[in-house]
């Protein structure tokens, strides 16, 4: 059976300060905001993967992991942006004061194996972020434009020591996410 995976950082004990950095856009009409509680940082979108290959990708993640040469780090988060551009905004996120070298670095090296698997490789460059909320209609984009440009939230810090394999499941209610399996860094 297929799963719907990703490969994330995950930023539990967040949640409170993710909400408040969502409050921020709170008065924009148009935004669907993600879910404090499942915040992360994704270092590589898998899409569907039939579940027989979840052994593998374990694996290799383990050696990408190790390659990367990455140790527990901390991670600050803050500031704001958006994608693809603040003239036309589809994802609003803050990004990483400190440990964007490391996701970068996790990321390379979890890309490689992943490609070397058959995975499509990235069709952008990798930015840290975690996304707050995606808009749906451009009715609160001069707001959202005016908060991102304008205000320069500090979210938090956090402890990294490893990385998620996360299973997505659509629901009515939005994304559920659930762990496969945690690599220690």
Same mark, same amino acid.
């Given at each position: ?5 990703? $490969?994330s %950082?995950?930023?539990d #004990? ?16 148009g935004?669907?905001?993600t ?22 990708? %374990? ?6 992991v190790?390659?990367? #040469? ?8 803050? @500031?704001? @942006?958006?994608?693809p ?6 994802? $609003?996120?803050f ?15 979890i ?8 995975f ?14 995606r ?6 984009k001069?707001?959202?434009?005016d ?12 402890? $990294? ?7 997505? $499941? ?16």
């Amino acid at each position: 059976m297929s799963k719907r995976l990703f $490969v994330s %950082v995950d930023l539990d #004990g967040l949640a409170e300060e993710v909400a408040a950095a969502q409050e921020l856009f709170a008065d924009a009409s148009g935004l669907s905001f993600t879910d404090p509680e499942q915040a992360h940082v994704t270092l590589k979108f898998l899409g569907d993967t039939d579940g027989g290959r979840v052994d593998d990708l %374990v694996r290799e993640l383990e050696v990408a992991v190790a390659d990367s #040469g990455v140790e527990p780090f901390e991670a600050a988060f803050g @500031g704001l @942006g958006v994608f693809p551009s603040l003239d036309y905004i589809s994802v $609003v996120w803050f990004g990483t004061r400190a440990g964007s070298e490391q996701l970068t670095a996790l990321h390379e090296a979890i890309e490689e194996r992943t490609v070397a698997m058959g995975f499509e490789p990235e069709d952008h460059e990798f930015t840290p972020h975690v996304t707050l909320a995606r808009l749906q209609h451009a009715g609160g984009k001069e707001l959202v434009q005016d908060v991102v440009q304008n205000r320069d939230p500090a979210v938090g810090t956090l402890s $990294v020591d490893e990385v998620r394999l996360t299973e997505s $499941v659509l629901t009515e209610d939005g994304s559920e996410y659930s762990t496969v399996a945690s690599i220690p860094l």
